[in-house]
């Protein structure tokens, strides 16, 4: 009898990841938080404003050889000022992606003028957190980087599962958050141009991918304070300039 009194708590605490409506006895969403562990399962994607713009580094994590490498997206266009890269499942980032298009675009023929990147990220994450407290939903098991430029303003912000946001200087998700965020802890500087720190972004990448690190995983883009436009970088320049990291550090 006492055995089956100790075993009841234990078959009582097993419901609690069934339902993301339900708390568990410790104030925990379980589902959440198996939202959250999917995103670190991602692939690593990296961000950082800079002197003079920002910049997006993605690994799209390309294995298959009959894939095509360009064919694959990992950084998208929102509006002519604002990108996104994501980790985690991209079918959820890529319905995400297309609402916030939308949003912006409505936005330009509406007010006739481009839309700041916190009403994006707000958007993005009103809908996440719906689905964090709704019956018959699942979490969006997918972190965004949204990425822009504000009246000549780099502004760069996450959105985890939760439905949560913060506003960064250089952050990472992904796989390879950990051995990431330690390299930008210790050479990110506000100084840095989008050159250098699409250089740092690439050295980490190679920290973290090892042997797997090969130019047509690499997808990467930049927004400058001065243009104001999303471009991405070409193969060439990509190559190109992990071949400079990679003299640097044999120097």
């Known amino acids: 009898m ?3 009194e100790n075993m009841q708590p234990m078959h009582q605490m097993m ?9 568990s006895p410790d104030g925990r969403l379980l589902q959440v938080e198996y939202a ?16 003079d713009g920002i910049v997006l580094v993605t690994d799209k994590r390309v294995i298959d050889s009959l894939v095509v490498p360009e064919a694959v997206e990992k950084i998208w266009q929102i509006d002519e000022h604002i990108g ?11 319905v995400l992606i297309e609402r916030a298009q939308l949003k912006a675009q409505q936005h330009r023929i509406t007010y006739d003028s481009p839309i700041d990147t916190l009403t994006i ?5 009103d809908l996440k957190q719906i689905c964090t407290q709704s019956g018959g939903l699942r979490p969006f098991g997918v972190s965004i980087l949204v990425a822009g430029i504000d009246n000549h303003t ?10 949560i946001y913060f506003q960064y200087k250089a952050t990472v998700i992904g796989e390879g958050e950990v051995e990431v965020e330690e390299i930008l802890h210790k050479e990110y500087k506000p100084e840095l141009t989008i050159e250098e720190g699409f250089k740092l972004s690439l050295r980490a990448l190679k920290k973290v991918l090892g042997d797997n690190f090969k130019i047509e995983r690499i997808d990467a883009a930049y927004i400058t304070i ?9 193969k060439e320049k990509i190559e190109k300039t992990a071949a400079e990291t990679k003299e640097k550090k044999k120097k």
Do not use: H, W
């Not at 959250?36 to 002197?51: F, H, N, W």
């Not at 990220?121 to 994450?125: F, G, H, L, R, S």
């Not at 436009?229 to 070409?234: I, L």
């Open 154 to 163: 780099p502004r760069l912000y996450e959105t985890d599962p939760t439905g």
């Open 226 to 234: 001065k243009e104001k436009k999303f471009k991405k970088f070409s």
């Open 15 to 23: 419901g609690y990841d069934r339902t993301i409506t339900m708390f």
């Open 84 to 94: 996104a890269t994501a980790s985690g499942i991209l079918s959820d980032a890529r």
């Open 121 to 125: 990220v707000k958007d993005i994450c």
């Open 2 to 4: 006492a055995k089956a």
């Open 36 to 51: 959250k562990k999917t995103v670190r399962q991602g692939s690593t994607a990296i961000a950082m404003a800079c002197s």
